[in-house]
């Protein structure tokens, strides 16, 4: 079975400041790997996702995540973030092939960012 | 935009009754899933549904729950006695092209 690490568990910053939120991801097989945020009482939003081909993919606002096979990493960041950001972000991994399509979530990020 | 819709936003029940949410998937997609999330805890598989069946389901997915289509736009999960470790938030899902569009979930307080 897959499982998804993020380490930060709350990251504040400043408006303009660089993000970079860590996920890892544990699974000897094929993965597709998505990042989605969720706003204040609002649906997990997709921001991103890599199913194949170039490891940097790039998502909604800005966000852009890049595949590290070799570290099962799957890192999601931003050159300048805005107070806008400020919600959870959540890391999934999913099998690429096989019948199970659950998607097997980290524990979250959530990002405060000052104005 | 289409949207996974839930109902209803906040459900506060007794212990050992039963709960029925309810979510109305994006009208083509093809699988429904129901995840969720216990406060301060990842969020976690249930079910997923395709071809008006159970596809996967995990262990946390016991003879309590149970899923249902019941008309051809809503997706049900209910709770036959609910328990105290049922409070969570309840997601919807559902898929498209391999991408999971999610609802705004449903909290479940189980007093």
């Known amino acids: 079975a897959q499982s998804v690490s993020q380490h930060n568990h709350h990251v504040i910053l400043s408006e303009a400041a660089s993000l970079e939120l860590g996920c890892n991801y544990s699974?000897?097989?094929?993965?597709?790997l998505f990042w989605y945020v969720q706003y204040p009482g609002q649906h997990l939003q997709l921001l991103l996702k890599?199913?194949?081909?170039?490891?940097l993919v790039k998502g909604i606002k800005g966000f852009e995540a890049e595949f590290i096979k070799s570290k099962f990493s799957f890192n999601l960041r931003k050159p300048s973030v805005q107070w806008s950001d400020t919600a959870e972000y959540f890391c999934?991994?999913?099998?690429?092939?096989?019948?199970?399509?659950?998607?097997?979530f980290g524990s979250g990020t959530q990002l405060t960012v000052l104005p | 935009e289409p949207e996974v819709t839930q109902t209803p936003s906040h459900q506060v029940t007794q212990m050992g009754q039963e709960v029925i949410l309810r979510c109305v998937p994006i009208?083509?997609?093809?699988?429904f899933y129901w995840y969720r999330q216990i406060l301060g805890q990842k969020v976690e598989f249930l079910v997923s549904?395709?071809?008006?069946?159970?596809?996967?389901k995990s262990e946390i997915f016991d003879d309590q729950f149970s899923v249902e289509r019941p008309d051809g736009s809503n997706f049900t999960l209910k709770i036959r006695s609910t328990k105290l470790e049922d409070s969570a938030m309840y997601f919807c899902?559902?898929?498209?092209?391999?991408?999971?569009?999610f609802g705004a979930g449903t909290r479940l307080s189980v007093l």
């Open positions: 890599y199913f194949s081909g170039d490891p």
């Open positions: 549904f395709y071809n008006n069946e159970i596809s996967e």
């Open positions: 899902a559902s898929t498209l092209e391999n991408i999971q569009y």
């Open positions: 999934a991994v999913k099998q690429a092939s096989g019948s199970a399509r659950q998607l097997t």
């Open positions: 699974y000897g097989g094929t993965v597709n």
């Open positions: 009208s083509n997609h093809l699988y």
